[in-house]
């Protein structure tokens, strides 16, 4: 089954290649897709339904695309839906995590989840899958596997942080890989 990922983040689309290794996995480069794909709503869950319906209107293919958000309960779930443009339109991953580890400076609760919903779309019709991957914020960069604030972020039940983690391990807990698998599962029982 062929499946487009509305994504041309190359971590995100190996993530998918391995998990949902007996489909074909097409990325918004390997159909020439070069529009800018609208992510206007206040949430998580509400971006990444109009992403996938988006995609599935402009292309009739099968699709799926998902939206994740850092969410650190000491700062009211911020970055939140704007984690990937915490610190600006830039979209930088180390300014986003400066800006992090400053707005915790003088915060004792470090607890954060990593938050993502994936929408599917297959013939018309949505179905939604969720992650979630619980852990605490650090004050300094770690690791060099990963994207995101993978480097500031140490899952629950780990002494390392995401990005220090192999990628095998990650792919195994991830809130990305956690809400892929369940959508694995569904496409494999369907």
């Not at 159909?31 to 292309?59: D, G, R, S, V, W």
């Not at 400066?98 to 949505?126: C, D, P, S, Y």
């Not at 629950?156 to 809130?175: F, M, R, V, W």
Request: with cysteine; net charge neutral; aromatic share 8%.
């Amino acid at each position: 089954m062929k499946l487009l990922f509305a994504t041309n983040n190359l971590g995100k689309l190996s993530e998918a290649k391995k998990i949902l290794p007996g489909f074909e996995i097409l990325s918004l480069k390997d159909i020439n897709c070069n529009c800018e794909i609208p992510e206007t709503h206040e949430t998580i869950t509400e971006n990444a339904i109009e992403k996938a319906e988006f995609l599935y209107k402009k292309f009739q293919i099968d699709c799926f695309s998902d939206d994740t958000g850092l969410e650190v309960e000491a700062l009211n779930g911020a970055p939140g839906v704007y984690s990937a443009r915490y610190a600006g339109p830039q979209r930088d991953n180390n300014d986003n995590m400066n800006l992090l580890i400053k707005n915790l400076e003088n915060k004792q609760n470090r607890n954060a989840r990593f938050h993502t919903e994936i929408v599917l779309i297959i013939k018309g019709i949505k179905y939604q899958f969720e992650g979630i991957l619980e852990g605490t914020i650090i004050s300094e960069k770690r690791g060099t596997n990963g994207f995101g604030y993978d480097p500031i972020f140490i899952p629950k039940g780990y002494n390392q942080t995401l990005a220090e983690l192999p990628t095998d391990e990650k792919n195994k807990i991830s809130h990305r890989a956690k809400a892929l698998q369940k959508m694995a599962d569904y496409l494999i029982l369907k």
